[in-house]
Every structure is written in C-alpha cells, then in structure tokens.
C-alpha cells in the first residue's frame, strides 16, 4: 500500500527570541486523514510552533509546505483561508456576544432589502451543528453565561464549521467531562474519515494512546522523534518528553483520615444543584465527579461564597459558619483554586511575588503598610517550598509555564494557611512532568492535615487521588463511593442517572 500523500510538510524550522532558541531545527510530516499527536513538557515549544503554522510568528528558517507548496504565511486570516484552523487552549471567545454570533464571526451573512444581519439563520446554523455534536446549548446564549467546558465546546465547533484541511486542537479536552471527551473523539473521527489531518496537543496520555496514529515527540524546543502510536507506550512516551523516567503517579498515602472538618448538609442553589450532603475529614481528598454541568464547580463556588447559596447549612469543624463573600471563606480557613487560573486565580501581569502574597497581604503589613522585604521573603520560601521555576520572585506570573502559574496560586492560597482546600481541575493544561509534581503536593497538604476537595475531569487522577469519591449528576447527588468501591465504570454508571 502506498503511503498517503503529506498534506503539511514542516524542515527545520527555528525561531530564537533574544538570543534565546525557542525552537532549533524542528521537524514535522503530517499525511490527509491523520490523527498526529505533538508531544512535549511546557516549555517544549509547542505553542512557539503552531503560532508560526498559524501566522501569528514569522520564522527565523527552515520551510513549511502545505499541499505540496511552500507556504509563506502572512496572517491568521491567511492561514485559515488555505485551510488551516486551529482550536487554542486560552479560548478567544467574544463574551458579550452568543454563541451563534461567536461561531460565525467574520462569516456572517445579511439579507432583506436592508441587508440586516441574518441572526435567524445564523441561530438555525449553529443549533444544527451543536446539535451534530451532542451539545445542548441554546444558540442565542452570550458566551459569558456559559462554563468553561461549554466555551470549549463553542470554540470546538467553531473551528469546524471552517472548510479545514488541517485542524490543530490545543488541549480541547482540558475542561471536557468523559462523555462530552466521547463525543469529540467521534468528531475526530469523521473529519479524519473525510481526510482532513488533524495536529493534537494533549498531556493526557489515555487520549493519546485512544486515538493518535503518529506521536511527535519536543523537548527543549528541539524534535526527538517521530513513532507510530503503536511503537510506545505511556512510560516509553514520558521518558522521551522529560527525558527521564517519572516515580510512581500517584503518590501511595497510608495516613488514615483525621477528625471531621467541613460538612454539608442539603445544600442548594436553584438552577445549579440541590440537596447536597456531604463531609470531608483532615488528611482527607474528596473527590467530586459529575459530567459537565453537573454542578461540581457550582457547589464549590458556593462553598467559597463566590455564589450564594438558598438552602443548607455549612459547618467548620462541627460549628456552623456563615460564608456570604471569598473574604468570609478565607478568614474561615477555606482555600479555593479556581478551574481558570488566568481568569480567576492570577494577574498576569503581576510578578509572582505579589500574586503568592495577594491573598494574605495582612501577613505581611504592620500599622497598614506593606513591608516589602517581608513579603519577599515570604515569596521566596513559597517558591522554594513548591519548586516554582521562575527567574525570581519579581518576574511577571504571565511568562511562567502553566503548571509554575498553577503552583502560584496554589501557594497564593497556602499562604492563608487553610484548613479546608477546593481544588477545581488543578492540574488543567499541564504537561505530565508538572502534574506529578502537582500529585506530589496534594500528597504533602494532605499528610500535613489539610482537608481537600477534588474536581477532575480525568477519572484515572480522581480515582489515584481521593480516598472517596461523590458522584453529581445534573444537580443531584447520586453516589459518595469509598476507594474500594469506586471505579471508572461505577462513576460513569452514576453520572450519568437521569
């Protein structure tokens, strides 16, 4: 059998920022109708990579064909025009407008005498392919009322309704339940079917080895490999990425829960969840499972008193408490790590120092005034203490790798000193090298007694992890399953109760 033609052809590719390589030599052959995973850490230089395919970088040397064609991209529009899409990790939505509109923008289509923009049709194109895809999200909606595993759908189906022939998808997954995962991978399915080649970067291993038929493999900016799926495994596969061979995932944790520290008790907020009940133990994970829009988030939201909540009770340490605002929760010992860094946990453009001390500034003040040496310091042993890689505590938080910005926040919350941690996908967007670290940590507030609640999408993390597992369902609790008893199939059996 004679090989499928390349439809992208990639030699030798560098680009160097400040003197710095960013990328050295990288090489990619990508064949119509194939599925080609690009691997690597953070910091590989992934993105470097697909922003010169896309056009939004100028490379230093080296050539890209594309058809057969030496491609010299101009612009994204460009790009996009000769068919080439790309679905970002960081999702460019237009929040004020909806859904319709956000799928459609720049192909927008006008009729009647007036040539008044044809929002009906526009609404009837989008629900059909939504619906195609198994999304039940009303067309009319505006993007800021959606959660963020809803925005990746939109952006998903976006990318699609182009007529592409190459479409990269950067970690669609991320904020994506098992059974919308499902669904996506059917897509995959038939655009590979109908030829169009499609570049995935994911740092889920079960994806890769689902559905890759080739895996291309950067470290350091540089390429190390090209193999079919077939060829490796997950140890042989992470060993080429890092470089080394990882410990154990997931940490072993023998510690037996502690005393009582946070309950629940008939929880609820209407339209998101209700009648929830549940208590979590010090040195203890719970871990909350559901598909998307089951209300994980939304419980723990509420929990924190970024949402107000219209019925239960909730008690610290068998006493009940108050929580109307996230300075109520804090006060009370309660941590919170949002599901969207960048949105909700950081500001960019801040260094890391004052996003680790953001939380705690009280820590760090006497009669009103901040003292500058104090919270430095304080900075610098949080960096240590997590292994934050960073050129010092004064470099701004947006030029970190996504699993060094998630330890920021993750140590922003420490600094209050917390009794009670809600982690909503900690470990979203992060390559395998920071998630064992991240493991690691949560391994560590856990031996130190700090009670823990766990959402993930990702049933191998939630089941390694938690040592019980509360199951939601549109709202509703359907199952509190102890280790031994939770398993993927039992999870998805309850998650998906009517």
């Known amino acids: 059998m004679i090989p499928q033609a390349y439809i992208l052809e990639v030699t030798d590719l560098t680009k160097t920022f400040s003197g710095i390589k960013a990328l050295d030599a990288v090489q990619l052959h990508v064949r119509k109708g194939e599925m080609h995973a690009l691997m690597g850490e953070n910091g590989a230089g992934k993105s470097t990579f697909m922003k010169l395919l896309i056009g939004l970088l100028t490379p230093d040397s080296g050539e890209i064909l594309f058809e057969g064609a030496s491609m010299k991209a101009t612009s994204v529009h460009d790009v996009l025009q000769k068919g ?7 999702m460019l939505n237009v929040p004020e407008l909806t859904v319709a509109q956000n799928i459609f923008l720049g192909r927008e289509t006008a009729g009647g005498l007036f040539r008044w923009l044809d929002d009906s049709n526009r609404n009837k194109q989008a629900a059909e392919l939504l619906a195609h895809m198994g999304v039940s999200i009303p067309p009319d909606t505006k993007m800021k009322h959606l959660s963020v595993a809803q925005m990746q759908m939109v952006e998903i189906a976006k990318a699609i309704s182009n007529d592409v022939k190459v479409l990269i998808m950067d970690e669609p997954t991320s904020a994506l339940a098992d059974a919308e995962v499902t669904i996506l991978f059917g897509i995959i399915r038939e655009l590979t079917q109908k030829g169009v080649a499609i570049i995935y970067i994911s740092h889920k291993m079960d994806e890769i080895f689902t559905i890759a038929d080739t895996i291309t ?34 940490p072993e944790s023998t510690t037996p829960p502690g005393a009582e520290v946070l309950s629940v008790r008939q929880l609820g907020r209407k339209g998101a969840f209700s ?23 939304e419980v723990t939201r509420a929990i924190y008193g970024l949402d107000p909540l219209h019925t239960g009770d ?185």
Do not use: C, W
């Not at 080439?84 to 960081?90: D, G, N, R």
């Not at 009648?275 to 988030?297: K, S, Y």
């Not at 369902?473 to 939770?486: C, F, H, I, N």
């Open 84 to 90: 080439i899409a790309m679905i970002h990790q960081e």
């Open 217 to 250: 493999v950067l470290r350091d900016g540089q390429y190390i490999g090209t193999h079919p799926a077939t060829d490796l495994n997950e140890n042989s596969l992470i060993k080429l990425m890092v470089g080394r061979e990882l410990d154990r995932l997931f």
């Open 275 to 297: 009648d929830i009940n549940f208590a979590v133990h010090a040195g203890e994970v719970l871990g909350l499972a559901g598909l998307m829009g089951a209300g994980r988030t």
């Open 314 to 498: 909730i008690h610290l340490k068998g006493q009940p408490v108050t929580i109307n605002s996230p300075q109520d929760a804090i006060r009370l010992g309660i941590g919170y790590v949002s599901e969207d860094r960048k949105q909700l946990g950081l500001i960019p453009a801040l260094s890391v120092k004052y996003n680790i001390t953001l939380g705690s500034l009280s820590n760090h003040a006497d009669g009103g005034f901040i003292r500058s040496q104090r919270e430095s310091t304080a900075a610098v042993d949080v960096m240590a203490d997590l292994q934050i890689k960073a050129t010092g505590p004064d470099q701004p938080v947006v030029y970190l790798s996504g699993g060094n910005q998630q330890k920021v926040v993750i140590g922003k919350v420490l600094q209050a000193n917390p009794v009670v941690v809600l982690l909503d996908e900690p470990t979203r967007g992060i390559d395998i090298g920071a998630k064992s670290e991240i493991y690691k940590l949560i391994h560590e507030l856990k031996a130190s007694g700090i009670a823990i609640i766990l959402i993930s999408s990702e049933l191998p993390e939630l089941l390694g992890l938690s040592d019980r597992v509360l199951v939601l369902a549109k709202g509703k609790q359907t199952a509190l399953l102890s280790k031994e008893d939770a398993t993927q199939e039992t999870i998805m059996r309850y998650a998906m109760q009517p």
